[in-house]
Protein backbone atom coordinates (compact mmCIF):
# COMPACT_ATOMS: atom_id res chain seq x y z
CA UNK A 1 0.00 0.00 0.00
CA UNK A 2 2.11 3.36 -1.25
CA UNK A 3 1.50 6.34 1.02
CA UNK A 4 -0.53 9.14 -0.68
CA UNK A 5 2.60 11.09 -1.94
CA UNK A 6 3.71 8.21 -3.44
CA UNK A 7 0.33 7.65 -5.35
CA UNK A 8 0.31 11.45 -6.27
CA UNK A 9 3.76 11.47 -7.63
CA UNK A 10 3.16 8.81 -10.04
CA UNK A 11 0.14 11.14 -11.51
CA UNK A 12 0.20 13.63 -14.01
CA UNK A 13 -3.27 15.20 -12.14
CA UNK A 14 -2.44 18.29 -9.68
CA UNK A 15 -3.90 18.35 -6.32
CA UNK A 16 -6.75 16.73 -6.38
CA UNK A 17 -6.37 14.04 -3.84
CA UNK A 18 -5.59 10.29 -4.59
CA UNK A 19 -9.10 9.45 -6.03
CA UNK A 20 -9.16 12.87 -8.20
CA UNK A 21 -13.08 13.09 -7.71
CA UNK A 22 -14.33 15.90 -10.16
CA UNK A 23 -15.10 18.36 -7.57
CA UNK A 24 -17.67 21.08 -9.09
CA UNK A 25 -19.18 24.38 -7.44
CA UNK A 26 -21.46 23.52 -5.31
CA UNK A 27 -23.59 26.60 -6.14
CA UNK A 28 -24.45 25.54 -9.36
CA UNK A 29 -26.07 22.16 -8.99
CA UNK A 30 -29.66 21.41 -7.16
CA UNK A 31 -30.36 17.90 -5.06
CA UNK A 32 -32.81 15.71 -6.74
CA UNK A 33 -34.17 15.42 -2.90
CA UNK A 34 -34.15 17.24 0.25
CA UNK A 35 -30.52 16.76 2.03
CA UNK A 36 -31.67 18.52 5.11
CA UNK A 37 -34.58 15.86 5.74
CA UNK A 38 -31.70 12.92 5.32
CA UNK A 39 -29.22 13.94 7.56
CA UNK A 40 -29.68 11.53 10.00
CA UNK A 41 -28.72 8.89 7.54
CA UNK A 42 -26.13 10.56 5.15
CA UNK A 43 -22.62 8.74 5.08
CA UNK A 44 -19.80 9.80 3.62
CA UNK A 45 -20.02 6.89 1.10
CA UNK A 46 -23.61 8.33 -0.67
CA UNK A 47 -22.51 11.51 0.21
CA UNK A 48 -19.67 11.25 -2.04
CA UNK A 49 -21.93 9.65 -4.76
CA UNK A 50 -24.09 12.45 -4.10
CA UNK A 51 -21.48 15.47 -5.09
CA UNK A 52 -22.31 14.65 -8.61
CA UNK A 53 -25.55 14.74 -8.57
CA UNK A 54 -28.02 18.21 -8.47
CA UNK A 55 -28.56 19.54 -5.13
CA UNK A 56 -29.40 22.67 -3.52
CA UNK A 57 -26.66 24.82 -1.57
CA UNK A 58 -29.33 25.67 1.47
CA UNK A 59 -30.13 21.85 1.61
CA UNK A 60 -26.12 21.17 1.83
CA UNK A 61 -25.54 23.59 4.78
CA UNK A 62 -28.42 22.42 6.63
CA UNK A 63 -27.33 18.46 6.35
CA UNK A 64 -23.75 19.80 7.30
CA UNK A 65 -24.30 21.71 10.32
CA UNK A 66 -26.37 18.44 11.59
CA UNK A 67 -24.01 16.22 10.30
CA UNK A 68 -20.68 17.78 11.84
CA UNK A 69 -22.37 20.01 14.32
CA UNK A 70 -22.12 24.05 14.01
CA UNK A 71 -18.98 23.68 16.78
CA UNK A 72 -17.07 21.17 14.99
CA UNK A 73 -17.78 23.10 11.84
CA UNK A 74 -16.09 25.99 13.57
CA UNK A 75 -13.34 24.17 15.42
CA UNK A 76 -11.93 22.71 12.30
CA UNK A 77 -11.41 19.58 13.42
CA UNK A 78 -13.64 16.90 12.29
CA UNK A 79 -13.59 14.52 9.24
CA UNK A 80 -16.21 12.15 8.44
CA UNK A 81 -15.17 8.47 7.16
CA UNK A 82 -16.39 5.60 6.01
CA UNK A 83 -14.15 2.82 4.57
CA UNK A 84 -12.18 4.91 2.07
CA UNK A 85 -14.98 7.74 2.13
CA UNK A 86 -14.26 10.88 3.75
CA UNK A 87 -15.80 13.71 4.17
CA UNK A 88 -14.59 17.31 5.28
CA UNK A 89 -16.14 20.62 6.23
CA UNK A 90 -15.20 23.61 7.86
CA UNK A 91 -16.75 26.79 8.60
CA UNK A 92 -14.15 30.02 6.78
CA UNK A 93 -15.76 33.27 6.51
CA UNK A 94 -14.57 35.28 3.76
CA UNK A 95 -11.26 33.41 2.62
CA UNK A 96 -10.20 32.60 -1.10
CA UNK A 97 -8.73 29.71 -1.09
CA UNK A 98 -9.67 26.95 1.19
CA UNK A 99 -7.61 22.97 1.44
CA UNK A 100 -7.48 19.49 3.28
CA UNK A 101 -3.27 19.39 3.56
CA UNK A 102 -0.96 16.70 4.81
CA UNK A 103 1.79 17.17 7.10
CA UNK A 104 3.97 15.45 4.49
CA UNK A 105 2.53 17.60 1.90
CA UNK A 106 1.39 15.30 -0.25
CA UNK A 107 -2.28 15.50 0.02
CA UNK A 108 -4.59 18.35 -1.29
CA UNK A 109 -7.90 18.32 -1.77
CA UNK A 110 -9.47 21.98 -2.57
CA UNK A 111 -12.51 21.98 -1.07
CA UNK A 112 -15.80 24.57 -2.31
CA UNK A 113 -18.11 26.65 -0.79
CA UNK A 114 -21.59 25.58 0.34
CA UNK A 115 -22.76 29.04 -1.29
CA UNK A 116 -22.96 32.20 1.20
CA UNK A 117 -22.93 30.64 3.96
CA UNK A 118 -19.45 30.16 5.53
CA UNK A 119 -19.48 26.42 4.66
CA UNK A 120 -16.77 24.52 2.64
CA UNK A 121 -17.05 21.02 1.51
CA UNK A 122 -14.94 18.38 -0.20
CA UNK A 123 -14.94 14.65 -0.66
CA UNK A 124 -12.49 11.91 -1.51
CA UNK A 125 -12.13 8.04 -1.68
CA UNK A 126 -8.63 7.30 -0.04
CA UNK A 127 -6.49 4.88 -1.10
CA UNK A 128 -6.63 1.40 0.69
CA UNK A 129 -4.65 1.70 4.07
CA UNK A 130 -3.90 5.27 3.82
CA UNK A 131 -2.59 7.05 7.52
CA UNK A 132 -1.57 10.09 7.98
CA UNK A 133 -2.00 13.49 9.32
CA UNK A 134 -4.10 16.06 8.24
CA UNK A 135 -5.51 19.85 8.44
CA UNK A 136 -7.40 22.23 7.05
CA UNK A 137 -5.97 25.39 5.34
CA UNK A 138 -7.18 28.89 4.90
CA UNK A 139 -5.36 31.03 2.43
CA UNK A 140 -1.88 29.59 3.39
CA UNK A 141 -2.54 29.06 7.05
CA UNK A 142 -2.91 26.07 8.88
CA UNK A 143 -5.94 25.79 11.30
CA UNK A 144 -5.45 23.70 14.69
CA UNK A 145 -3.56 20.86 15.37
CA UNK A 146 -3.20 17.87 12.63
CA UNK A 147 -5.55 15.02 12.96
CA UNK A 148 -4.69 11.56 12.63
CA UNK A 149 -6.79 9.70 9.89
CA UNK A 150 -6.77 5.94 8.68
CA UNK A 151 -8.54 4.61 6.08
CA UNK A 152 -9.65 1.14 4.86
CA UNK A 153 -12.17 -0.75 3.02
CA UNK A 154 -14.78 -2.29 4.89
CA UNK A 155 -14.05 -6.41 5.13
CA UNK A 156 -17.18 -8.16 4.46
CA UNK A 157 -16.72 -11.06 6.81
CA UNK A 158 -16.61 -7.92 9.36
CA UNK A 159 -20.16 -6.99 9.03
CA UNK A 160 -23.12 -9.27 10.19
CA UNK A 161 -24.60 -11.56 7.91
CA UNK A 162 -28.24 -12.77 8.13
CA UNK A 163 -27.98 -15.91 6.67
CA UNK A 164 -25.58 -16.55 9.41
CA UNK A 165 -26.19 -18.19 12.59
CA UNK A 166 -25.65 -15.63 15.61
CA UNK A 167 -23.48 -17.04 18.44
CA UNK A 168 -24.04 -15.75 22.18
CA UNK A 169 -22.00 -13.35 23.94
CA UNK A 170 -22.65 -13.51 27.81
CA UNK A 171 -21.13 -11.35 30.19
CA UNK A 172 -20.10 -12.61 33.20
CA UNK A 173 -20.24 -12.09 37.06
CA UNK A 174 -17.43 -9.78 37.24
CA UNK A 175 -14.21 -11.99 38.18
CA UNK A 176 -12.08 -11.63 41.72
CA UNK A 177 -8.54 -12.84 40.70
CA UNK A 178 -6.21 -14.79 43.50
CA UNK A 179 -2.98 -14.67 40.81
CA UNK A 180 -3.45 -10.98 40.47
CA UNK A 181 -4.43 -10.13 44.03
CA UNK A 182 -7.12 -7.39 44.57
CA UNK A 183 -8.21 -6.93 41.16
CA UNK A 184 -11.69 -7.41 39.42
CA UNK A 185 -12.69 -7.23 36.38
CA UNK A 186 -15.53 -7.16 33.82
CA UNK A 187 -15.38 -10.36 31.17
CA UNK A 188 -17.30 -12.36 28.51
CA UNK A 189 -17.86 -15.53 26.91
CA UNK A 190 -18.50 -15.77 23.28
CA UNK A 191 -20.33 -19.45 22.09
CA UNK A 192 -20.80 -19.87 18.74
CA UNK A 193 -24.27 -20.95 17.25
CA UNK A 194 -22.33 -24.57 16.10
CA UNK A 195 -21.19 -25.69 19.44
CA UNK A 196 -22.26 -28.80 20.39
CA UNK A 197 -21.42 -30.16 24.28
CA UNK A 198 -20.66 -33.46 22.90
CA UNK A 199 -17.61 -31.82 21.09
CA UNK A 200 -15.12 -29.77 23.02
CA UNK A 201 -14.48 -25.99 21.39
CA UNK A 202 -11.35 -24.18 20.66
CA UNK A 203 -10.70 -21.13 22.55
CA UNK A 204 -9.49 -17.85 21.68
CA UNK A 205 -8.39 -15.51 24.66
CA UNK A 206 -9.03 -11.73 23.56
CA UNK A 207 -7.19 -8.81 25.99
CA UNK A 208 -8.80 -5.69 26.59
CA UNK A 209 -12.24 -7.44 26.00
CA UNK A 210 -14.60 -4.73 26.64
CA UNK A 211 -13.72 -3.18 23.42
CA UNK A 212 -13.03 -6.05 21.30
CA UNK A 213 -16.60 -7.90 22.22
CA UNK A 214 -18.20 -5.25 20.21
CA UNK A 215 -16.85 -6.32 16.75
CA UNK A 216 -14.66 -9.79 16.91
CA UNK A 217 -17.80 -11.96 17.47
CA UNK A 218 -19.24 -10.90 14.12
CA UNK A 219 -16.76 -11.90 12.50
CA UNK A 220 -16.18 -15.41 14.61
CA UNK A 221 -20.00 -15.96 13.07
CA UNK A 222 -19.24 -15.64 9.66
CA UNK A 223 -15.63 -17.33 9.54
CA UNK A 224 -16.90 -20.33 11.52
CA UNK A 225 -20.33 -20.53 9.46
CA UNK A 226 -18.02 -20.93 6.27
CA UNK A 227 -15.40 -23.60 8.28
CA UNK A 228 -12.98 -21.25 7.64
CA UNK A 229 -11.79 -21.58 11.14
CA UNK A 230 -12.98 -23.92 13.73
CA UNK A 231 -16.02 -23.82 16.37
CA UNK A 232 -13.83 -21.77 19.20
CA UNK A 233 -15.30 -20.19 22.30
CA UNK A 234 -14.21 -16.68 22.49
CA UNK A 235 -13.25 -15.18 25.72
CA UNK A 236 -12.83 -11.44 26.41
CA UNK A 237 -11.20 -9.98 29.58
CA UNK A 238 -10.78 -6.54 30.81
CA UNK A 239 -7.43 -5.91 32.30
CA UNK A 240 -8.00 -5.89 36.37
CA UNK A 241 -8.21 -2.78 38.47
CA UNK A 242 -8.11 -2.36 42.29
CA UNK A 243 -11.25 -0.84 44.58
CA UNK A 244 -9.69 2.61 44.56
CA UNK A 245 -10.15 2.46 40.60
CA UNK A 246 -6.48 2.43 39.57
CA UNK A 247 -5.59 -0.18 36.64
CA UNK A 248 -3.74 -3.25 36.95
CA UNK A 249 -3.80 -3.17 33.31
CA UNK A 250 0.37 -2.15 32.53
CA UNK A 251 1.53 -4.77 34.86
CA UNK A 252 -0.47 -7.84 33.83
CA UNK A 253 0.22 -6.93 30.29
CA UNK A 254 3.37 -5.67 29.61
CA UNK A 255 5.62 -7.72 32.36
CA UNK A 256 7.74 -10.72 30.76
CA UNK A 257 6.58 -13.83 33.12
CA UNK A 258 4.02 -16.46 33.04
CA UNK A 259 1.77 -14.40 35.61
CA UNK A 260 -1.38 -13.85 33.11
CA UNK A 261 -1.15 -17.05 31.60
CA UNK A 262 -1.43 -18.75 34.85
CA UNK A 263 -4.32 -16.49 35.19
CA UNK A 264 -6.39 -17.56 32.53
CA UNK A 265 -5.34 -21.14 32.81
CA UNK A 266 -5.94 -21.34 36.72
CA UNK A 267 -8.96 -19.20 37.00
CA UNK A 268 -10.53 -18.14 33.50
CA UNK A 269 -10.57 -21.35 31.73
CA UNK A 270 -12.12 -23.76 34.64
CA UNK A 271 -14.76 -21.13 35.36
CA UNK A 272 -15.71 -21.26 31.94
CA UNK A 273 -15.97 -24.73 31.66
CA UNK A 274 -18.78 -25.26 34.11
CA UNK A 275 -21.14 -24.38 31.27
CA UNK A 276 -19.36 -24.90 27.87
CA UNK A 277 -16.39 -27.79 26.69
CA UNK A 278 -13.29 -26.90 25.74
CA UNK A 279 -10.31 -29.09 24.44
CA UNK A 280 -7.14 -28.24 26.33
CA UNK A 281 -4.34 -29.43 23.69
CA UNK A 282 -2.11 -26.13 22.32
CA UNK A 283 -3.21 -26.26 18.35
CA UNK A 284 -6.76 -25.35 19.82
CA UNK A 285 -6.18 -22.39 21.98
CA UNK A 286 -5.20 -19.15 20.51
CA UNK A 287 -4.67 -15.45 21.93
CA UNK A 288 -4.76 -12.10 21.51
CA UNK A 289 -4.70 -8.50 21.72
CA UNK A 290 -3.60 -4.83 20.84
CA UNK A 291 -1.45 -2.87 22.12
CA UNK A 292 -0.09 -4.21 25.13
CA UNK A 293 -2.97 -6.87 24.81
CA UNK A 294 -0.47 -7.65 22.12
CA UNK A 295 2.42 -8.24 23.83
CA UNK A 296 0.53 -9.84 26.46
CA UNK A 297 -1.15 -12.12 23.95
CA UNK A 298 2.84 -13.12 23.06
CA UNK A 299 4.45 -14.01 26.33
CA UNK A 300 1.71 -16.16 27.32
CA UNK A 301 2.33 -18.13 24.53
CA UNK A 302 5.79 -17.60 24.30
CA UNK A 303 6.18 -18.91 28.48
CA UNK A 304 3.47 -21.76 27.97
CA UNK A 305 3.72 -23.27 24.29
CA UNK A 306 2.40 -26.25 26.05
CA UNK A 307 -1.03 -24.61 26.31
CA UNK A 308 -1.14 -21.54 23.62
CA UNK A 309 -0.08 -22.51 19.22
CA UNK A 310 -1.40 -19.12 18.24
CA UNK A 311 -0.74 -15.44 18.77
CA UNK A 312 -2.49 -12.48 17.26
CA UNK A 313 -0.78 -8.90 18.03
CA UNK A 314 -1.58 -5.48 16.79
CA UNK A 315 0.33 -2.72 16.95
CA UNK A 316 1.91 -4.52 20.18
CA UNK A 317 4.13 -3.18 22.68
CA UNK A 318 6.95 -5.17 22.50
CA UNK A 319 9.10 -1.91 24.21
CA UNK A 320 10.73 -1.08 27.36
CA UNK A 321 7.16 -0.14 29.07
CA UNK A 322 7.97 -2.62 31.84
CA UNK A 323 11.26 -2.02 32.53
CA UNK A 324 11.75 -2.10 36.13
CA UNK A 325 14.69 -0.99 39.02
CA UNK A 326 16.91 -1.87 35.97
CA UNK A 327 15.63 0.06 33.56
CA UNK A 328 16.07 -2.86 30.71
CA UNK A 329 13.63 -5.30 31.60
CA UNK A 330 10.78 -5.02 29.09
CA UNK A 331 10.03 -6.08 26.16
CA UNK A 332 12.27 -5.24 23.54
CA UNK A 333 14.05 -7.80 24.63
CA UNK A 334 11.82 -10.84 22.75
CA UNK A 335 13.85 -10.11 19.22
CA UNK A 336 17.01 -11.31 21.17
CA UNK A 337 15.37 -13.90 22.94
CA UNK A 338 13.59 -15.42 20.51
CA UNK A 339 17.33 -15.49 18.63
CA UNK A 340 18.59 -17.05 21.37
CA UNK A 341 16.28 -19.58 22.46
CA UNK A 342 14.96 -22.82 20.79
CA UNK A 343 12.19 -22.56 18.75
CA UNK A 344 8.90 -22.57 20.45
CA UNK A 345 5.72 -24.22 18.63
CA UNK A 346 3.61 -21.18 17.97
CA UNK A 347 2.46 -19.05 15.12
CA UNK A 348 2.38 -15.16 15.50
CA UNK A 349 0.61 -12.65 13.51
CA UNK A 350 1.68 -9.53 14.09
CA UNK A 351 0.62 -5.97 12.96
CA UNK A 352 1.58 -2.11 12.90
CA UNK A 353 1.84 0.84 11.00
CA UNK A 354 4.69 3.23 10.29
CA UNK A 355 2.44 5.91 12.16
CA UNK A 356 2.66 3.90 15.23
CA UNK A 357 4.18 5.51 18.71
CA UNK A 358 7.87 6.81 19.10
CA UNK A 359 8.47 7.42 22.61
CA UNK A 360 10.84 7.09 26.10
CA UNK A 361 9.91 3.28 25.83
CA UNK A 362 10.85 2.53 22.55
CA UNK A 363 9.54 2.82 18.74
CA UNK A 364 6.94 0.90 18.12
CA UNK A 365 7.41 0.52 14.05
CA UNK A 366 10.81 -0.34 14.58
CA UNK A 367 10.04 -2.65 17.23
CA UNK A 368 7.37 -4.89 15.31
CA UNK A 369 9.66 -5.00 12.68
CA UNK A 370 12.52 -6.39 14.48
CA UNK A 371 10.33 -8.70 16.31
CA UNK A 372 9.06 -9.83 12.61
CA UNK A 373 12.67 -10.77 11.78
CA UNK A 374 13.53 -12.48 14.62
CA UNK A 375 10.98 -14.41 13.96
CA UNK A 376 11.51 -15.05 10.85
CA UNK A 377 15.22 -15.88 11.23
CA UNK A 378 14.20 -18.44 13.65
CA UNK A 379 11.73 -20.04 11.52
CA UNK A 380 8.80 -19.48 13.14
CA UNK A 381 5.32 -19.69 11.37
CA UNK A 382 5.04 -16.05 11.23
CA UNK A 383 3.00 -13.12 9.18
CA UNK A 384 3.56 -9.47 9.03
CA UNK A 385 1.12 -7.06 8.34
CA UNK A 386 3.04 -3.46 8.40
CA UNK A 387 1.20 -0.32 7.19
CA UNK A 388 1.07 3.01 7.13
CA UNK A 389 -1.70 3.17 10.35
CA UNK A 390 -1.18 4.43 13.73
CA UNK A 391 -1.24 3.25 17.51
CA UNK A 392 -5.03 1.84 16.67
CA UNK A 393 -7.21 -0.66 16.15
CA UNK A 394 -8.15 0.74 12.63
CA UNK A 395 -5.75 -1.61 10.42
CA UNK A 396 -6.20 -4.41 12.66
CA UNK A 397 -9.84 -4.91 12.58
CA UNK A 398 -9.58 -4.50 8.66
CA UNK A 399 -7.31 -7.16 8.83
CA UNK A 400 -9.25 -9.51 11.47
CA UNK A 401 -10.66 -12.18 9.26
CA UNK A 402 -8.07 -12.73 6.93
CA UNK A 403 -5.58 -12.78 10.22
CA UNK A 404 -7.98 -15.76 11.87
CA UNK A 405 -8.25 -17.32 8.24
CA UNK A 406 -4.10 -17.94 8.84
CA UNK A 407 -4.14 -18.27 12.35
CA UNK A 408 -6.67 -21.59 12.22
CA UNK A 409 -5.59 -22.60 8.89
CA UNK A 410 -4.42 -25.99 9.23
CA UNK A 411 -1.08 -26.08 7.96
Known sequence: ???????????????TGPGRPKMMMLTSLIFAFSLASSAQTITPGSFYDLMHKPHRETDVAGVLNRWFGQQALHDANSVKLQGLYAVWAVLASTPQKVHVISEDGGYVLPLEPVGRTGIWVGTDKLPEGYGGRWAYEVDGQRLGDWKQIEAYSVQPDNQPNPDVPKGTITQQATWHSHIFDGTDRDWWVYVPAQYKPEEPACTMFFQDGQSMKNYVPTALDNLIAKK??????AIFISP???????SNRSFEYDTLSDLYARFLLEEIVPEVEKTVKLRHDPESRAIAGASSGGICAFTAAWQRPDQFSK???WVGSFTNIAHGASLHDGGHNYPALIRL??????????????????ND????????????????????????EFGHGFHSDAHGRYLLPDALRWLWRAN
Not at 240 to 246: C, I, T, V, Y
Not at 341 to 358: A, E, M
Open 361 to 384: FGNWPLANQTMAAALKFKGYDYKF
Open 341 to 358: TDHKPIRVFLQDGSNDLD
Open 240 to 246: GHFSGGQ
Open 311 to 313: VMS
Open 228 to 233: EMPVTV
Open 1 to 15: MLPISRVQSQSTVPH
